[in-house]
């Protein structure tokens, strides 16, 4: 499908911002037109960025359409699920969540909306092959990851992050201490069954509670057998993503939905700062998403109220 140059200009754009918030570990929506039947103001291909405050860069359709987009974009936030749209009627697809539209216009648009959240994060506390390997390899996850020889930097690491001690024993005691002070995730230490069970009894006798030192992974990793130092990585890593799958670290997104109504007529969303078209009936005020809708309600509000 051809495009015209200012098509490829917003669409690389998009794709640019997208990148750029990624980067910065900030959560938005990514909703991208897969199919459309005219007449329909989004185009195949469209691409917008919902912010979890409903602002949208981009464009996925026009009156009829972004606003429900929207507010179904947050509820993927929410829910960290991508959602498959379809606005419009239509009789040749099963496979999707629909969204009826009685708009003039008779079109109809598929939109796929996937959540972009924040990756895990990662701080390993020690110097060693060991954890210049697991470096890598959690890179290669595309997880943010950082290392340090400080052991007091492991009490600032943001909540739902993950946090390794691996210092070969050099300062495990307060490294560990001040990462179970957190609120990390998960907090492993990489040791032996004896260190691992010499630093809960220090943990222990500094008044740490008990229930703090339930938190500590000691020793960290899938038990793989009998391994090389550097292979300990792949254990480390193997159980970090364990923890993930079964929802440690996920980021929790608060999303700030702008005020909204139903069109009475059509059912789809619209943004009450951005309504502009609003009848009056028995005291209470109707908003909807285009002049058509609000022409037929007019006409008969018996019938949709």
Known sequence: ?????????????????????QSEGTPFAL????????????????KAIIHVDGTVDGWVGGACSRDTVVRLALDALTTGEPKLLMLGQTD???DVELVPMSCSSQGAMEVYVEPV????????VGS????????????VMGWHVSSTEEPAEAAGVASRSFVIVASQGHYDEPAVEAALRSEA?????????????????????????????????????VDLGHTEHEEIAVAVLAELVAHKAAGAGAQVVVVDPPEVAIDPVCGMTVDLTRASFVSEHDGTSYYFCAAGCQRAFEADPASFV
């Open 117 to 124: 959240l924040p990756k895990p994060s990662v701080l390993i």
């Open 92 to 94: 040749t697809r099963t």
């Open 185 to 221: 995730a998960y907090v492993g230490l990489v040791a032996s069954e004896k260190r691992a069970s010499a630093v809960k009894s220090w943990l222990c006798n500094s008044g740490v509670p008990d229930e703090a030192i339930a938190r500590l992974h000691a020793p960290a990793g």
């Open 1 to 21: 499908m051809s495009r015209s140059p200012r098509d490829t200009e917003e669409h690389v754009n998009v794709l640019g911002r997208a990148a750029k918030l």
């Open 128 to 139: 060693s092959p060991m954890v210049d390997t697991l470096r890598r390899l959690v890179a």
């Open 31 to 46: 909703a991208t037109v897969s199919w459309r039947r005219g007449p329909s103001s989004g185009k195949a291909g469209s």
